[in-house]
């Protein structure tokens, strides 16, 4: 039976912390992100609802 | 140049290569077999949208200036299991503003999605590829007369990744929209590479 008590090694912690971590990235996202992962992160985004502008009065040319 | 990586499966230690000099045609293999892995796998089984969903690499090799960025990978079973794009161009440090020390700066760096959590939950392949990576990009720094001191971009997910590799953190950079740079000053690229002699 493994005792959890033992401290991780240095190394092993690097492996543990690399494991942990979703992906292992680095970079500047702005440039390589496509347009449809933009508009991905876009519709998650919460709605803010804007009230409807009023309506203008037909411009009638005479 | 040989290394090791973990199973995570099996706990074994696995001999693999660092290579240095990634060609293109290397790059496309890879950005093929990649991008077919992701696809393969449903996006409604993933709990997030991985940071590096839609990178290419090959679109990375192509907007970088020849002779000024190199990409290094680690290659095992015949694929490149991470790569990382490095720029040549000494950089000035944040660590210390007063004084005239150099970095090498860490482009983008990927380990390949069978190695990534997000796509493979507790069943992900290889570990130790991007410390694996990291070492590379010190050993090319200490080359280019930048002692092991190295700068990069953390995407969020990978924040504590480098921190856990001794990489300062200078918090959220404005103008690489809020991502945090981080610096490994040369001292502690030399504890690093003491800490992960294996």
Redesign the interface.
């Known amino acids: 039976m493994k005792n959890s008590n033992i401290p991780l090694s240095?190394?092993e912690?690097?492996?543990r912390?690399?494991?942990?971590?979703?992906?292992?990235?680095?970079?500047?996202?702005?440039?390589?992100?496509?347009p449809?992962?933009r508009a991905?992160?876009e519709a998650l985004k919460p709605v803010h609802k804007t009230e409807a502008e009023p309506l203008r009065e037909p411009l009638v040319s005479k | 140049m040989s290394i090791w990586l973990r199973n995570r499966q099996t706990g074994e230690q696995i001999a693999a290569q660092l290579e240095l000099h990634v060609s293109k045609e290397q790059i496309a293999e890879t950005e093929c077999e990649w991008t077919g892995y992701r696809s393969s796998v449903p996006v409604e089984t993933l709990s997030a949208i991985p940071e590096s969903n839609d990178w290419n690499w090959l679109a990375k090799y192509e907007a970088s200036l020849q002779g000024l960025t190199q990409f290094l990978g680690i290659r095992l079973e015949g694929k490149l299991q991470g790569m990382l794009q490095l720029d040549l161009v000494p950089r000035a440090s944040r660590t210390n503003r007063y004084s005239v020390d150099h970095v090498l700066y860490v482009e983008y760096l990927e380990t390949a999605p069978w190695n990534q959590k997000a796509y493979m939950d507790r069943h992900a392949r290889f570990g130790g590829v991007g410390l694996e990576l990291i070492l590379g990009a010190i050993e090319m720094s200490v080359a280019h007369g930048c002692h092991g001191s190295l700068g990069l971009h953390s995407l969020p997910g990978a924040l504590g990744f480098y921190l856990s590799l001794r990489f300062k953190d200078y918090g959220p950079d404005s103008s690489e929209e809020g991502l945090h740079y981080l610096e490994l000053s040369p001292s502690d690229a030399v504890i690093l590479k003491k800490e992960s002699a294996k």
Do not use: P, V
């Not at chain 1, 912390?17 to 496509?34: H, M, V």
């Open positions: 240095r190394y912690q690097m492996l912390a690399e494991e942990e971590c979703d992906s292992i990235t680095a970079g500047r996202r702005a440039k390589f992100y496509s449809a992962f991905a992160m």
